[in-house]
């Protein structure tokens, strides 16, 4: 089975530009999570993570675990926010 890391986002922060006009918005990674791909496909997501949760809403992300033979499956820069039941998964 092929992984693909994807995003819960936190909900967009409206921002305001020195004009006092808010402008776009900023999202943070809430969680970081690990999903199994879409029957047929090597790159769309599943419906849930491995943890359960519906993917519809979550971003996908560009790192790709099957490329990095020995780094762990998330970004590293995100490590303080990884899904601790999607990396028990991982890790067996």
Avoid at 12 to 28: F, I, Q
Avoid at 36 to 44: D, K
Avoid at 50 to 59: H, P, Q, V, W
């Amino acid at each position: 089975m092929s992984e693909i890391v994807v995003y819960e986002l936190d909900r967009p922060a409206a921002t305001r530009s020195s004009t006092g006009s808010t402008s776009g918005a900023e999202r943070r990674v809430r969680r970081v999570h690990a999903a199994p791909t879409a029957p047929g496909s090597r790159t769309a997501t599943g419906p849930r993570t491995l943890c359960g949760r519906d993917t519809f809403a979550m971003e996908t992300a560009d790192w790709k675990p099957s490329e990095r033979p020995g780094a762990p499956w998330y970004p590293t820069e995100h490590a303080s926010v990884v899904c601790p039941d999607c990396d028990a998964v991982m890790e067996t």
